[in-house]
């Protein structure tokens, strides 16, 4: 699930540090830490990640 995550995040063209600020973050390191699986993402956050990323929440995270 997490490497697919990176995977459509580095096809889109996007970097940790602008997803982190679409999603809120104040700093890259909350979203880095969603990618490398040590925190867990919650279905607002994977809403929010689906619709960024142009791809349905089934796809990205099962």
């Known amino acids: 699930m997490y490497k697919n995550l990176k995977t459509l995040r580095v096809k889109k063209g996007l970097t940790q540090k602008e997803m982190a600020i679409k999603l809120g973050y104040k ?15 919650d279905i607002e956050t994977a809403q929010k990640i689906s619709m960024i990323l142009g791809e349905p929440v089934e796809k990205i995270f099962f």
């Open 27 to 41: 700093y890259t390191s909350g979203y880095n830490q969603l990618e490398k699986g040590k925190r867990k993402i």
